[in-house]
């Protein structure tokens, strides 16, 4: 049970500089008198923010601080659960949250609202809306237990009766049915693939088994053609490479000298045809010209007669020199094309050996393989695969039963979740109380001289009837009637705390309640 002790506040709403302290627990009951405005409220939003961090009213958070002051505005309750004495500070500006407990702070969360869960659910055992339905009953700010919508109303009744552990384990277990889910998936997707493995490794083992003594007998043909192939080619290359670097050479040789001889017949022929030009160009002058160049005399016709004479000796000579020149090249450039071919055949002996090389070569790599296939233990490779195919049916087995396990926890869970529903255990332990609950507000209610017949059925949905049977609902009566009713329910609520000890306490504040009719 809570046992509320004082409260004390200051520079909150209209309340200034200095603390204002209340006694909770000095008498049973407390009337609190004053004009409007004179802050009776006040200690109600007080109490509230301090335990929950928000206050009675609608007010925002920044409109708490005195609006003079305006800072070091603190709100402090004390109160006793059991044995323990807690001490609650709550300020603004600057913000403060201090929850302890027999003098000792508890340490403070990363997060205020982790901190606020903690003064929440594991001491004060209720929450906001609980502890207005449990403490409060006011006019301003206040929604009736009547006026709250089926789930809210839900949420005070597991408060009231200590059920919402229920809510809470069906949060975590759909986490848990989340976790299976994915690893039902994940597990699915394994088997899948494992059999993928499966089937590829028994058409290796297939492949394996394939190689008989004909594919042997086959590979071993295939290794002696290439043989013969590489012995023909090396017959071959023999033949031609018999004496071919000598004759080479020699006819290298041969086609330097004939090139040579070809040089030396173009210099002797340019010779030739320069001599014919000069002694071409001395005719030209004697036959134009009858005076001599150089001694300015005229040219006897018989002289001038000599002088040609002898340039066409001359002439003819080297004309007859060129011509030989010429019979002698052609002889030259025959035996160099004769030479040239000679050079080109052998080259392509020489190429021809190359290519013959380098098919041995390739043919040689070939035999290599097929001597590495017959030598492999092709039984050792068998045998190991047949281990492996064994190995991945076992991981398919135990797979299988991973599947099966989770697939009946997640089963396990469905009905455990169909238990932990609003329609499930929590609902059957309402039921064993509703009729406490129906008995204490029809109690109430004649005590407060309104004689009618008050149900709530397990959907907290109001079934209300009067003394001639008529039905009525909540909203059919008037305000005065409603407050009434509103006043069973709070004093209900509180003799069902007191009977579950979850949020009993000394506290209980109307305010303005008795205003109406």
């Not at 991945?392 to 396990?412: A, H, P, R, T």
């Not at 009729?435 to 507000?441: D, E, F, G, R």
């Amino acid at each position: 049970m809570i046992i509320f002790k004082t409260i004390r506040y200051k520079n909150f709403l209209s309340s200034g500089n200095s603390f204002t302290e209340i006694e909770l627990n000095r008498n049973k009951s407390t009337l609190v008198v004053g004009q409007n405005g004179a802050g009776k409220s006040t200690m109600l939003d007080a109490l509230s923010f301090a335990l929950f961090g928000r206050p009675h009213r609608n007010i925002n958070k920044s409109k708490l601080v005195n609006s003079i002051n305006q800072k070091q505005c603190v709100v402090e309750v004390k109160f006793t659960i059991g044995q323990s004495n807690f001490h609650i500070i709550r300020g603004i500006k600057p913000t403060i949250f201090e929850i302890w407990k027999d003098g000792m702070m508890i340490n403070q969360s990363s997060h205020a609202n982790e901190y606020q869960k903690i003064l929440e659910s594991n001491i004060l055992k209720l929450n906001h809306k609980s502890f207005h339905q449990v403490v409060v009953l006011g006019s301003s700010s206040f929604i009736p237990f009547m006026q709250l919508n089926a789930g809210n109303r839900r949420d005070v009744i597991e408060d009231l009766l200590d059920i919402n552990i229920f809510s809470k384990m069906n949060v975590i277990l759909r986490e848990k049915n989340g976790i299976l889910k994915e690893k039902m998936k994940r597990v699915g997707h394994d088997i899948e693939l494992i059999k993928s493995k499966i089937d590829q490794q028994t058409k290796y083992i297939r492949d394996i088994t394939a190689l008989t003594e004909e594919n042997r007998k086959e590979y071993e043909h295939r290794i002696s053609g290439t043989q013969n192939s590489i012995d023909e080619l090396q017959a071959e290359n023999s033949k031609l490479s018999l004496g071919l670097d000598d004759a080479i050479k020699e006819t290298e040789k041969r086609m330097d000298t004939l090139q040579d001889r070809r040089q030396g017949l173009l210099l002797r022929s340019q010779d030739a045809q320069t001599r014919i030009s000069d002694v071409d160009t001395r005719i030209s002058f004697f036959e134009e010209n009858e005076t001599c160049p150089v001694c300015d005399q005229a040219l006897a016709d018989g002289h001038k007669r000599s002088i040609l004479s002898q340039c066409e000796e001359e002439k003819d000579r080297n004309k007859t020199t060129l011509k030989s020149i010429g019979k002698e090249g052609t002889g030259v450039e025959a035996e160099i094309a004769e030479t040239s071919g000679i050079l080109l055949s052998l080259r392509d002996k020489v190429s021809k050996l190359s290519e013959n090389n380098r098919e041995i070569s390739s043919l040689q790599r070939n035999i290599a393989d097929y001597r590495k296939y017959l030598d492999k233990d092709v039984s050792a490779d068998l045998n190991t695969a047949k281990k492996e195919l064994t190995d991945l049916n076992q991981n398919k087995e135990d797979m299988f039963e991973e599947k099966l396990m989770v697939s009946e926890q997640f089963n396990y869970n469905g009905v455990i979740a169909e238990m932990l529903k609003d329609t499930g255990i929590k609902t059957k332990i309402i039921k064993q109380y509703l009729p406490a609950i129906n008995k204490l507000v029809n109690q109430y209610l004649q005590v407060l001289d309104f004689y009618v017949q008050f149900d709530l059925d397990e959907n907290f949905q109001e079934t209300i009837r009067s003394r001639h049977r008529d039905d009525f609902i909540y909203e059919s009566f008037s305000e005065g009637e409603k407050q009434r009713i509103d006043l069973s329910l709070l004093f209900t609520w509180r003799q069902i705390a007191k009977m579950k000890n979850s949020v009993a306490t000394n506290l209980l504040m109307l305010d303005e309640t008795f205003d109406s009719s």
